[in-house]
């Protein structure tokens, strides 16, 4: 099990808007139990959120996309590094 804390990750942000689109999307990932799938997917040097074809990792997009309702492209793809990065720290 590990030790890693979402609240001791986000005080490396200062935006409050960072930290509910990062929370919101961790919760999101916690809900679907798709943490293995963005870790794999993430360990890819070939694959990218931004332009992803792959079903299982747009169906995640999409329920965050949903949960939060602000993102940009941009912002939904910098988030996902965000979940990359935590889902190597769990």
Known sequence: MSDFSL????????????KL???????????LEA???????GSDSNNNFMFSNNEQINNIM?????????????????TMRNMYQISLLK
């Open 7 to 18: 609240d001791d990750y986000l005080q490396n942000y200062n935006d409050d808007y960072d």
């Open 35 to 41: 943490w293995t799938i963005i870790k794999n997917y």
């Open 62 to 78: 999409s329920s965050i996309n949903k949960e939060y309702e602000g993102h940009s492209g941009a912002s939904l793809a910098i």
């Open 21 to 31: 689109m990062i929370g919101s999307a961790y919760s999101v990932i916690d809900r």
